[in-house]
């Protein structure tokens, strides 16, 4: 039976939010400032324009893979494929322009569809063919990562190299504007840096202020739901999965552009950075679930710890096993102190009464309706 009085949580009321509460939402900001903090203390002029370029350009192809990673991870998954995509349309970016000497527009209009064709065969095995997806994009990855060894037969292709079977050395190179994707700049920055932030806005834009993007969320949420309201799940999956591809080729063509040339062995590493730029992002201001922002947060924490770490003359194991522990304070922070966060609070009526259980609160969430003429709309339930 309600009472007139109103029933209060114990302590939480009188004291506000506890120091656990502040660490969960802010925990990685704080930590990553301490960070900051040391490697200033460390390091002659670490705080400065170059070190904040350096780092946005050196996390620039695993930021990309990583925004496709977290569209994934909104609808349920992750994409275990982005790094063999990576890493293929290196390859692909070089034979066009180094074998078969063609326009670096050329080698980027083929590099973008073969992520779209590669992630859309994510979308078909996982969607339709009901593979489970870590399966799939497994099975992605090691698919690109021997397909773009089998593509130059195991070779890193440069210009001048003589392939087998070929008599005479190949005569074509990269293009001087496809090199100025990632080798020029504009106001100090790198045009691929604009490009990372460019994505990141959008991204960001999609999923916080469009029904499109909070449908995805919804998908993601609970997806039968989803379907029971009138959204075609099958579709905002599909999609995720063939985004994914289609930015880690652009990551891929980045990548491509500061190499110049197509090593058979890069993007090996991209795949263990965009999932840990992507679940540090689950810990950024207590979102709770994937977003761009935090993802953009990760890869600018990860960037920075890599970066002070080599500026400190660090060897490449250390960085791996900092990487490692990054990666794990962020799951910390997500999932172990969040569950204890929302263990239900005993609550007092006001005078002294005995405890009692108190329900969580009810929170309205998004969800899509259908309206009569078939089209889709979201509201609150």
Known sequence: MTTGASLTPVGRARSGPSPLDFFVRYGVLVIFLLVLIVFSLS????????TLTSVLQAQTVAGIAALGMTLTAIVGDLDLSVGGIVGLSVTVAALVMIKYALTGGTAIIVCLLTGLVA????????????IPPLLATLGM?????????????????????????????????????????????LWGL??????????????????????????????????????????????YRFAAYAISGLLAA????????????????????????????????????GAKKPNAFGTVIGALFIGVVLYGLT???????????????????????SFSLRRR????????????????????????SPVVAQSPNGTETDGHA
């Open 43 to 50: 390091i002659d002029n670490f705080v400065s324009m170059n």
């Open 119 to 130: 992630g859309s065969i994510n979308a078909v095995l996982i969607v339709f063919l009901n």
């Open 141 to 185: 990855m090691f698919t690109a990562q021997g397909l773009k060894r089998w593509l130059v037969d195991g070779q890193t292709l440069v210009s001048g190299l003589t392939l087998p079977g070929q008599d005479a050395p190949l005569k074509g190179k990269f293009t001087a504007g496809f090199a100025a994707i990632d080798g020029n700049r």
């Open 190 to 235: 790198p045009y691929s840096v604009y490009v990372f932030i460019a994505l990141a806005v959008i991204m960001w834009i999609f999923l916080e202020a469009t029904r499109f993007g909070r449908l995805f969320y919804a998908v993601g949420g609970n997806p039968e739901a989803a379907r029971l309201a009138g959204t075609r799940i099958n579709r």
């Open 250 to 285: 652009v990551a891929g063509i980045i990548l491509a552009s500061r190499l110049r040339q197509g090593d058979v062995t890069a993007g090996d590493s991209t795949l263990l950075d965009a999932v840990a730029m992507t679940l540090v992002g689950y810990a950024v201001l």
């Open 311 to 333: 500026r400190l003359q660090m060897s490449y194991y250390t960085q791996d096993l900092i990487k490692g522990l990054v990666l794990i304070f962020a799951l910390l922070i």
């Open 341 to 364: 966060r929302r263990r239900a609070p005993a609550v007092v009526a006001p005078g002294g009464g005995a405890p009692e259980a108190v329900a969580p609160p009810v929170v309205a």
